[in-house]
């Protein structure tokens, strides 16, 4: 069993930066892909960004070139370090752990970007 814990959210102005991180409570090295979601007012959870356990990236189009994510699996945590925030990036932002069997995800937290 892996429980994950967001932290990082908050109230930011439009073009200021964001760091998410994803506590995992079990080991997470060469097991799991991880991702971030985010779900909006009234949206549905869509990915933002994946990282497989090799480390390969992909981004949703509308965080391409602003948000990073990044994974220390001896530190058994996840990151999105988000740029140039949007009033549209505002949500609950959800990290994910999963793979052929498992599938975990934690308890969110928000991202407000308004002035």
């Known amino acids: 069993q892996v429980q994950l814990v967001e932290s990082g959210g908050g109230l930011v102005q439009p073009g200021g930066s964001l760091r998410l991180s994803c506590a995992a409570s079990?080991?997470?090295?060469?097991?799991?892909?991880m991702a971030w979601y985010r779900q909006g007012p009234g949206n549905q959870r869509d990915v933002v960004a994946s990282?497989?356990?090799?480390?390969?990236?992909n981004y949703s189009d509308s965080v391409k070139g602003r948000f990073t994510i990044s994974r220390d699996n001896a530190k058994n945590t996840l990151y999105l370090q988000m740029n140039s925030l949007k009033p549209e990036d505002t949500a609950v932002y959800y990290c994910?752990?999963?793979?052929?069997?498992?599938?975990?995800w934690g308890q969110g937290t928000q991202v407000t970007v308004s002035s």
């Open positions: 079990g080991s997470i090295s060469s097991i799991f892909t």
């Open positions: 990282i497989t356990t090799r480390g390969s990236t």
């Open positions: 994910r752990a999963f793979n052929s069997g498992y599938n975990y």
